[in-house]
């Protein structure tokens, strides 16, 4: 299926077989493609790059597509090697974080820095930290490609 190229997120870089690859819904999924271009928001004179996934309900693009900064992809990605770093050795503590220190990491980033930490607000934090734990664990082969996929471009790219 090809991305629509007349909506307002006008994309340079396609994958228009994500369908293929989508985690554990890979073939049953409504994202069918994820694009890198120019975004929907762009000001006139002003240009942003943006990553989009595309969601198809099977009649229409729906509504649901989300479009993100590369940076804020970026972000995400950084969030999510922080948090599995930190499940890693989770299994030190008996509510898989330490109640005490819930703050995991600051990572800097423009000046400041981004904190990674337990979301002690959830009033359900004990039981949905294992539920996240679990989950984690069960994809961690797929997740686990993934990150060998982007080392290997990253360290082909000098970083």
């Given at each position: 299926m090809k991305i629509p190229t007349t909506l307002k997120h006008k994309p340079v870089i396609v994958s228009e077989n994500y369908e293929q690859i989508d985690g554990r819904i890979a073939?049953?999924?409504?994202?069918?493609?994820i694009s890198l271009g120019l975004?929907?928001?762009?000001?006139?004179?002003?240009?942003?790059i943006s990553a989009k996934v595309w969601r198809y309900t099977g009649e229409?693009?729906?509504r649901q597509?989300?479009?993100?900064?590369?940076?804020r992809v970026l972000d995400l990605s950084i969030l999510i090697c922080r948090t599995i770093e930190h499940f890693q050795d989770a299994y030190r503590y008996d509510?898989?974080?330490?109640?005490?220190?819930p703050v995991i990491d600051r990572i800097g980033l423009q000046?400041?820095?981004?904190?990674?930490?337990?979301?002690?607000?959830?009033?359900h934090i004990r039981e949905d930290i294992k539920l996240f734990n679990q989950a984690l664990s069960d994809d961690g082969e797929m997740i686990g490609e993934r990150l060998r996929t982007l080392s290997r471009i990253l360290k082909e790219m000098g970083y």
């Open positions: 073939r049953n999924t409504d994202a069918k493609g975004a929907q928001w762009n000001d006139r004179g002003k240009i942003d229409k693009w729906s597509s989300e479009e993100l900064p590369l940076h509510n898989l974080y330490d109640p005490e220190k000046g400041d820095a981004m904190t990674v930490e337990v979301c002690t607000d959830n009033e």
